[in-house]
């Protein structure tokens, strides 16, 4: 049995492949700068984590995978490289893990993980993507069927290596415009070049860049073929019906136009695979995905929501379902508690944050968490002056209530109303007290 290693193994998405290679019979091992949830949960799937980095988790595996956060001066890629151990980064390894399977890739600057993870409710196969699914608790589910799932990486270019039997592209929003040298020719052919490779392609013909493809493809207008959308909340549990094309009417889990176009995509995906009737009964076992929309605690007088949007697009599309979802409710206020993640998109997208909290009530601003970034200088109080932001250095968990201490040392409660958090980094851990 071959053996791999991997550098970095605490990320979402590499972690995935982790997981399916100790399924498909390899002996993993892995290391992270430190613990975490994940980090555990790999230790108690029989994987050998070691945490942190040492040169010491070198030992004699095959080859080594690294994940896009790993430097070159990393102790243990140097140590792998010294003694003549293969080293790829994930992209590079994406060809190993994906051999001879039939993939069903996912990209797009949004929704991709969401349409992922509705995908694999309505096809057969292994499931790979960058979040955890209710549905199987996992960010990786195993089978020995052909078809794999696949949650496709344009942050490193890396859906390249993806093999797509099918691929669907949710949208083509620039993101991570390093990678591409802030080169918008050089980002659309890595979008090109993705769909390109794939037999069957399934696209939002109304994303700016993609309305101009001219290849086949299975094309998916919104404003036109997804009509009659309703919001209806059983429970405090929001749903989407909506009727699509000539294909009659389809409800699944979660709330929004947006939620409607990532079923569409993925039933159009499914749609040659699996009888009509499969379709719309398999995707009401789509039970969302943690932190996107993740209602924590619901009562008439409190919402909690969890959030993993850290883009303008994103928190844009996803307040307009809260206002709808207060509205269902029958809540009037709504305060929004923004973690910026990252300083490169937080000033590359300054004016898009500024405008996309319109509507909110309240704005609570935590410090940016840079993901190992150097800080950019931006005055956040006066940039976002227009919502009067309360800025805290970390908010808390108590019961059914959120408290926090604002810039003067004064205690804040929040336990009334709906409050949502916005962010990619550790506000999530933060919302739930962990």
């Given at each position: 049995m071959r053996k791999v290693h991997f550098i970095g193994i605490g990320g979402i998405g590499i972690s995935a492949i982790a997981r399916f290679l100790?399924?498909?019979?390899?002996?993993?091992?892995?290391s992270d700068i430190k613990e975490s949830v994940t980090t555990k949960e790999l230790v108690k799937q029989g994987i050998n984590v070691i945490t942190p980095h040492c040169k010491e988790a070198i030992t004699d595996q095959d080859f080594v995978i690294y994940s896009a956060a790993i430097k070159e001066d990393n102790i243990e890629l140097i140590e792998a490289k010294r003694r003549g151990i293969k080293c790829l980064s994930r992209k590079e390894a994406l060809p190993i893990v994906l051999e001879g399977k039939r993939v069903f890739a996912v990209a797009g600057a949004h929704?991709?993980?969401?349409?992922?993870?509705?995908?694999?409710?309505?096809?057969?196969?292994s499931v790979i993507i960058g979040a955890i699914s209710k549905q199987f608790n996992s960010n990786m589910k195993y089978n020995t069927h052909e078809n794999v799932i696949f949650e496709a990486d344009e942050s490193d270019s890396s859906f390249l290596n993806s093999n797509p039997y099918l691929a669907i592209v949710t949208n083509a929003e620039p993101e991570h415009m390093e990678h591409y040298e802030y080169d918008m020719q050089k980002f659309h052919a890595a979008y090109r070049g993705f769909l390109e490779r794939a037999k069957i392609r399934v696209i939002n013909a109304e994303d700016e860049f993609l309305s101009t493809l001219k290849f086949d493809a299975i094309r998916l207008n919104p404003s036109v073929d997804i009509t009659d959308m309703t919001m209806v909340v059983r429970d405090f549990v929001p749903y989407t019906t909506f009727n699509l094309k000539n294909l009659g009417k389809f409800e699944v889990l979660g709330m929004g136009e947006h939620i409607a176009i990532d079923?569409?995509?993925?039933?159009?995906?499914?749609?040659n695979e699996v009888s009509l009737s499969s379709i719309r009964e398999n995707l009401m076992n789509f039970k969302g995905i943690k932190?996107?929309?993740?209602?924590?605690?619901?009562?008439?007088?409190?919402v909690l929501i969890d959030d993993y949007a850290h883009h303008p697009t994103e928190i844009k599309a996803t307040l307009k379902s809260v206002f709808e979802y207060a509205k269902l409710l029958g809540i009037s206020k709504i305060t929004a508690i923004f973690q910026p993640h990252r300083y490169t998109r937080l000033s590359a997208n300054l004016q898009g944050f500024k405008e996309c909290f319109k509507g909110i009530d309240e704005l609570v601003i935590l410090p940016v968490y840079a993901a190992g970034e150097e800080p950019i200088e931006i005055?956040?109080?006066?940039?976002?002056?227009?919502?009067?932001?309360i800025m805290t250095t970390h908010v808390s968990r108590e019961d059914d209530s959120i408290v926090f201490f604002d810039e003067f040392g004064v205690k804040n409660l929040l336990d009334d109303g709906l409050v949502i958090g916005f962010g990619a980094g550790d506000i999530t851990y933060q919302l739930r007290g962990k």
């Open positions: 100790n399924e498909k019979g390899y002996i993993i091992s892995g929704g991709k993980s969401t349409t992922s993870a509705m995908l694999a409710s309505l096809v057969e196969g079923a569409s995509l993925a039933i159009l995906a499914a749609i932190k996107r929309f993740d209602i924590l605690t619901a009562t008439k007088k409190f005055d956040m109080k006066e940039e976002f002056k227009e919502y009067n932001p």
